[in-house]
């Protein structure tokens, strides 16, 4: 296992050249492409035999402060009615429930201050998100997730409802978004575990313990903390009182706050245990497994939005047994197989066009639109033949083995380690910095095997080649470099190809790059896998699939299989996805009580247990859990006409049973009741001003105001819907302005190509 920073170890010398010794410490550097070492921050360092450098004995220590924080989410989720709202609980549990927008007064400009402009799909994203209790916003690579992220906050923060909680699964994410919204010019309290007080981040400056140390409100605790600096410890008498005043302080901070960060489980500090948020934010939310999720969520949520992208890596989880369970599948991935639409942000900026083509039409049905030109994407100072001068981008064909890694749980190819330490100089000489590349990998033997190998074999100095970036496809996810060159390991005959064959990890390794892509790999090996044999068809059409010395580089006259035809015409990447759709059904384990795989209504087994799960309704959304393969990239049909949303004590703010329905789990006694759908219109004078400035805008239609067809009348479950023609109120004139209107609006694209209740260009598995 990796040490990672915050880790807490136990060190032991177990030598004869000095006595027993035991010390507890945080790490704070684990090892780079600068070298092995790892520096540890013990608690205390009385009696380390500090002289000697052998017979140490190094254990991690089990810290349960993460599992406990989720299962006692879980516990609040479930007994407490105060922990969300009404409509929330219900919506997550996957009840049946009448959708309701929020009476807000919307912002005449949707652009934050110190924030770039919107585009009309952020600008939709933002003005829909403000008007609903629960959101889900897909954010495609290099369409700016973290500034639509930002924006929604800075306008959630001004309409005065308190501090607005903003979270994600990993601290860098958090550092990230927190970077973001202080150039909003909002007050931002960055919260992270005492364990990483002492580690240096972008945003140390927001945290809650510097901005502590500057507060000029509170001479004697910087009196105190001065003089605790000077000699390292206080008397029994000034400690206690410089805790006590360090808790007053840490409380006026996060109360006057306007956005506090934190990671998904760092909300689960007993400082913020007595606070409630109205407004929660959960970034990169399909990283983050489902108990995680929940930490922040049952902080009293009465509006939650989840950004994510459920065509990229999801958790991470160890145990296959909890993952095959159901561990691995996001909160988000759950809502949408449950029928919640998610907003798609449809504008890329990071990537040459060349390279966005392939995956914006595998994986996200061609809806990906490019916010930069080739021109844009062509690098000044840099001089590097590509097989194809208008592609910067190639396969390079390489006939090495795979080999076990020294560690026995990895694989490692020489002949590719070679040869991407050969196109990685051929870059640096072109005149790309060392900075610019990435080298990814999936596989952690051929990560430690490069990093050896460009520092001893490289041809150019060793310091150029510590400053290149090499990482697991799975770190990269939410990072960019200028060029990239993943190196893909597998080449055996019958094993397979291992981690290569998740559609989504292609996605995360195709799209990190902005100028340039080199794959390195065995092309006779991939082609067996589906979507590997797609790519290189691909790449042989562009004639970029290339072989022989680098100043020489050849076309390959490599032939390949006819790439299997897409079974869902309307989206593209169904066909490939199921490969890795078991975490996005509701079926959890074969053959048990909870499962759905051939079943289209629960059975009475279902009710045999207290889980919540087994409660799920029957309704609409049940379709999901059927033995149909349910692409992540699927489109939702519309919501049905929205409700009202009142204040924390409105109609939506109980948990009593759905409207019209018995049975549900929750509670059986309708407290509260759950609002029906409200015939008055959204007031749009201001709501539309800005949005109507852009050069695309959607109308209400979008938004689900009107209502353009019912789950229940759909012909294939979970997958089709009836067309928009067949509303005997939409005229043809109007339904031509419509098209106008939101011709760039993917979630509306594929509702087109519905006719009469079916799907046009889809066969069944």
């Known amino acids: 296992m990796r040490l990672m920073q915050g880790d807490e170890i136990c060190l032991r010398y177990k030598g004869d050249l000095a006595p027993l010794w035991k010390g507890i410490g945080h790490v704070i550097k684990v090892p780079d492409n600068y070298g092995d070492e790892i520096a540890i921050e013990l608690r205390s360092s009385v009696g380390a035999p500090v002289e000697v450098t052998h017979n140490f ?8 402060t993460s599992f406990d924080r989720m299962q006692s989410a879980l516990k609040t989720f479930a007994v407490d009615e105060t922990s969300v ?22 912002p005449k400009r949707f652009t934050a201050q110190g924030l770039p402009d919107l585009n009309h799909s952020q600008v939709y994203a933002v003005k829909t998100v ?98 605790k600096d000077e000699t390292g410890e206080l008397s029994s008498a000034d400690e206690k009182r410089y805790r006590a005043l360090k808790r007053t302080a840490e409380r006026e901070l996060l109360m006057n706050a306007d956005v506090i960060c934190c990671t998904c489980v760092g909300a689960g500090d007993p400082r ?7 407004s929660i934010l959960i970034d990169e939310s399909t990283q983050a497994t489902e108990p995680e999720c929940m930490v922040p969520v049952v902080l009293g949520a009465k509006q939650l939005i989840l950004v994510g992208d459920h065509c990229q890596l999801g958790p991470v989880v160890m145990c296959k047994k909890a993952a095959k369970a159901g561990l691995s599948q996001s909160l988000f991935e759950r809502l949408v197989v449950l029928g919640i639409r998610p907003i798609r942000l449809q504008v890329q900026y990071r990537m040459h066009p060349a390279l966005s083509a392939f995956p914006s039409n595998i994986f996200y049905e061609g809806s990906l639109q490019n916010g930069v030109t080739a021109a844009d994407r062509v690098k000044k100072g840099f001089d590097f ?6 592609k910067p981008m190639f396969f390079y ?18 002949t590719e380690a070679a040869n991407v330490e050969k196109i990685t100089t051929k870059l640096l000489k072109a005149g790309a910095k060392p900075d610019q590349i990435g080298i990814i990998t999936p596989y952690e033997g051929q990560r430690s095997y490069l990093v050896q190998y460009m520092q001893f074999s490289g041809s150019l100095h060793t310091k150029l080649y510590q400053e290149v970036e090499i990482a697991s496809v799975d770190a990269f996810q939410g990072r960019e470099k200028d060029f990239i060159i993943l190196s893909c390991v597998r080449a055996n005959e019958h094993q397979g190809i291992g981690f290569l064959n998740d559609p989504r ?22 082609s067996k896998q589906p979507l590997w044999n797609h790519l290189l068809n691909y790449y042989k059409e562009q004639k970029v699939l290339v072989e022989g010395p680098l100043n020489n580089l050849r076309e390959s006259l490599m032939q390949f299989s006819k790439p299997r035809k897409l079974v869902n015409t309307i989206n593209p990447g169904a066909r490939f996805m199921t490969t890795a759709m078991y975490d996005a059904r509701e079926a959890i384990i074969p053959g048990s009580v909870y499962d759905r795989s051939s079943q289209g209504r629960p059975s009475n087994m279902y009710f045999q247990t207290h889980d919540q799960l087994g409660m799920i309704s029957a309704g609409p959304s049940h379709v999901a859990a059927m033995n149909i393969p349910i692409p992540f990239n699927l489109v939702m049909p519309p919501m049905p006409p929205p409700g009202y949303f009142g204040q924390a004590n409105g109609p939506a703010a109980g948990r009593g049973t759905p409207k019209g329905k018995t049975g549900r789990g929750g509670r059986q006694k309708n407290r509260f009741g759950l609002p029906g759908p409200s015939q008055t219109n959204l007031p749009s004078s201001q ?32 997958l089709s819907q009836p067309e928009l023609s067949q509303d005997s109120y939409l005229g043809d004139e109007f339904k031509s302005q419509i098209d106008v209107a939101l011709s760039q609006d993917s979630t509306y694209q594929g509702e087109r190509a519905y006719q009469h209740g079916g799907v046009t260009g889809l066969s069944q598995y």
């Open 272 to 278: 913020l245990a007595k606070m409630q948020f109205r």
């Open 385 to 390: 033949q590509w097989p194809q001068p208008d």
């Open 130 to 227: 403000l008007q609903r209790p629960l959101s889900l916003i897909q954010g495609p690579p290099g369409t700016g997730k973290t500034v639509t992220s930002a924006t929604i906050v800075y306008h959630l923060a001004r309409q005065g409802n308190g501090p607005v909680l903003v979270c994600a699964p990993s601290n860098i994410a958090v550092d990230q978004l927190t970077e973001k919204i202080h150039q909003t010019g909002l007050k931002v309290v960055r919260l992270c575990a005492k364990s990483r007080e002492a580690i240096d981040s972008p945003v140390s400056f927001l945290a809650l313990h510097n901005q502590i140390r500057n507060m000029d409100s509170m001479p004697e605790l910087q009196k105190l903390q001065q003089l």
């Open 505 to 526: 990890r292609l996605n995360v390794a195709l799209t990190r790059a902005r100028y340039g892509v080199i794959i390195v790999g065995n092309p006779k090996a991939l």
């Open 687 to 718: 709501a539309s001003q800005d949005v109507a400035s852009q050069p695309f805008s959607q109308g209400a239609l979008t938004q689900g105001y009107i209502s353009m067809s019912q789950p229940s009348q759909m012909s294939q479950p979970g």
């Open 57 to 64: 004995q190094v254990d991690f220590v089990w810290k349960s």
């Open 397 to 414: 064909v390489t006939q090495g083995q795979e080999e076990i890694a020294s560690s026995g749980t990895s694989y490692l190819n020489r």
């Open 85 to 106: 709202s009404g409509y929330i609980y219900h919506k997550l549990l996957g009840h049946e429930v009448e959708d309701v927008i929020i009476k807000c007064q919307l």
